[in-house]
Nanobody, 117 residues
Framework: QVQLVESGGGLAQPGGSLRLSCAAS????????MSWYRQAPGKERELVAN????????NYADSVQGRFTISRDNIKRTVYLQMKSLKPEDTAVYYC??????????WGQGTQVTVSP
């Protein structure tokens, strides 16, 4: 059974940093691209960043480009999202997922990030 457990969220001040982690199990992690998504209150879920199987290629939403960094450790079966220069508009529940599970509408619980003075 696929499990993706997000952690590392919390309260940060504008301009601050947080590092999210996502521990994966139940599938061949090293063979799956991974992505981070977020959903702010009253808004649709949006793709934040994705990373290829070996971490060789990454892509980011324009809104986070230059501030967020996605990475992965295939030995630890974990994907990370380093967030810097946080803004109040980054406030959202953050989810990690595989492309197939995202298309199927299957999501974990996510981790809440709140950016506020």
């Amino acid at each position: 059974q696929v499990q993706l457990v997000e952690s590392g969220g919390g309260l940060a001040q504008p301009g601050g940093s947080l590092r999210l982690s996502c521990a994966a199990s139940g599938f061949t992690f090293r063979m799956s691209a991974m992505s981070w998504y977020r959903q702010a209150p009253g808004k649709e879920r949006e793709l934040v960043a994705n990373i290829t199987t070996n971490g060789g290629s990454t892509n980011y939403a324009d809104s986070v480009q230059g501030r967020f960094t996605i990475s992965r450790d295939n030995i630890k079966r974990t994907v990370y999202l380093q967030m810097k220069s946080l803004k109040p508009e980054d406030t959202a529940v953050y989810y990690c997922n595989t492309p197939s599970r995202a298309r199927a509408g299957s999501w974990g619980q996510g981790t809440q990030v709140t950016v506020s003075p």
